[in-house]
């Protein structure tokens, strides 16, 4: 079983459309996260999540909405979607801060 | 504000001898830091681990990792590299949030 899955591993649209990206974990972590990865490689986190309360939320468009229904999923809807929003985006997990993540493999956003 | 950084984008290395990969930290307080490897169009996996304890740190496929407070340093090491070893390697601090590094791409040559 796959401990970090995201849905769906491929996502391409036009401009202006809304999407939305899946994440479930079934580690039991308390803690989960998005992170941005660029054509540049670089990653940077967006949120975090504890116990399905949102802890910190970076400068990040509020077209950006994470919302997590129970602890063990966290997913990113997308409203009037952006060139500049074609990236990588990894949901991750973990027991506690501090503690290491867990990764799942990445949804590669292309907007048209 | 707390950050980690890689000073380097890209390390050659040949197969069997030894690898550094470099990162540096600024961090108030005890550090928590680590290393991650991404191959490609894969999600990042864990390698190690420094929080507190011994210097040397060691971790997933032979790597390891040392801990050097004067020097605010915490360099990946391996002795003998492999040509699976390539890949984009990643120095974090952790805390509320993980920072990662802006990465460092290791290519193992034959």
């Known amino acids: 079983d796959t401990a970090v899955s995201q849905t769906p591993k491929y996502l391409v649209t036009q401009m202006g459309n809304d999407k939305s990206i899946k994440c479930e974990q079934n580690l039991g972590h308390d803690t989960m996260y998005w992170y941005k990865q660029d054509s540049k490689k670089f990653l940077k986190i967006m949120f975090s999540y504890n116990n399905k309360e949102l802890i910190i ?4 468009p509020n077209r950006f909405s994470p919302k ?3 602890k063990a999923h966290l997913n990113l809807h997308i409203n009037s979607l952006e060139l500049g929003d074609s990236a990588v985006y990894f949901c991750a997990s973990a027991r506690a801060t501090n503690e290491k993540l867990f990764f799942g493999s990445g949804t590669q956003l292309s907007v048209l | 504000a707390q950050s980690v950084a890689q000073p380097e984008d890209q390390v050659n290395v040949a197969e069997g001898n030894p690898l ?3 990162c540096t930290y600024s961090v108030s307080g005890n550090p928590y ?3 991650y ?3 490609p169009n894969r999600g990042l996996q864990f390698l190690l681990k420094y929080i507190t304890g011994d210097n040397l740190v060691k971790g997933s496929y032979g790597f390891e990792a040392e801990f050097n407070k004067s020097q605010t340093s915490f ?3 391996k002795p003998s590299a492999l040509v699976s070893d390539s890949a984009l390697y990643f120095c974090a601090g952790g805390g509320n949030q993980f920072y990662f590094g802006t990465g460092t791409s290791l290519t193992v040559i034959p």
């Open chain 2, 37 to 39: 490897v991404q191959y």
């Open chain 2, 33 to 35: 830091l680590f290393w």
């Open chain 2, 75 to 77: 360099h990946l090491k």
């Open chain 2, 20 to 22: 550094t990969v470099k």
């Open chain 1, 57 to 60: 939320n970076e400068t990040v």
């Open chain 1, 68 to 70: 997590s229904p129970d």
